[in-house]
């Protein structure tokens, strides 16, 4: 009888474990976090605040389909951002993603990036959708191993600020 206590015990100690993790929406939240102070070190035009959130192997898409390979690479082109005095970004969040194992995650975004055109010598807005993906080992820091932006033309769908709500099963019939 003893046993099988102490089985039925260590069974629903290892079932406790393995169920539930993370909320996705805490996570989220802790990322947004972490996304909110490189924008502060954008702002603040800290390049190695910049690069320390990207992983040594992360790529950086462009809109214009360039890629950027590398920690380093992002803090150059963030370099000559952060030169240009018309430089200027504004993030808005938008949908998100988390596992709920804490180790993964990918969150949209809308940009716009100002800066001086090369041509006219005036500011212009560049707008993007972005999105960027997140990872992070046992403890570790969470890590941009990716962030892709497209264009977002005038007139184009930004991407959702809320996701779409889940049909009530309820009133199914």
């Known amino acids: 009888m003893r046993i099988a206590v102490l089985a039925t015990v260590a069974?629903?100690?290892m079932l406790a474990a393995c169920s539930?993790?993370?909320?996705?929406?805490?996570?989220i939240a802790t990322i947004r976090a972490t996304e909110q102070a490189q924008l502060d070190a954008i702002a603040s035009d800290d390049l190695v605040g910049i690069a320390r959130?990207?992983?040594d192997d992360a790529v950086l898409v462009r809109p214009d389909g360039t890629r950027l390979v590398g920690g380093a690479a992002i803090a150059d082109a963030y370099g000559d951002l952060v030169a240009d005095p018309a430089f200027h970004i504004e993030v808005t969040p938008a949908e998100g993603w988390a596992s709920s194992a804490e180790d993964l995650a990918?969150?949209?975004?809308n940009v716009d990036?100002?800066?001086?055109?090369?041509?006219?010598?005036?500011?212009?807005?560049?707008?993007?959708?972005?999105?960027?993906?997140?990872?992070?080992?046992?403890?570790?820091?969470?890590?941009?191993?990716?962030a892709i932006n497209a264009p977002r033309a005038d007139g184009q769908a930004e991407a959702d600020a809320e996701?779409?709500?889940?049909?009530d099963a309820s009133q199914e019939g």
């Open 53 to 55: 959130l990207y992983a």
């Open 11 to 13: 069974a629903t100690t």
């Open 20 to 27: 539930g993790g993370a909320d996705p929406d805490e996570v």
């Open 113 to 146: 990036i100002t800066t001086t055109d090369p041509e006219s010598g005036e500011p212009v807005t560049e707008k993007m959708i972005s999105q960027t993906v997140w990872t992070r080992e046992s403890g570790g820091t969470w890590m941009i191993r990716s």
């Open 106 to 109: 990918a969150l949209d975004s």
């Open 163 to 167: 996701p779409e709500a889940e049909p």
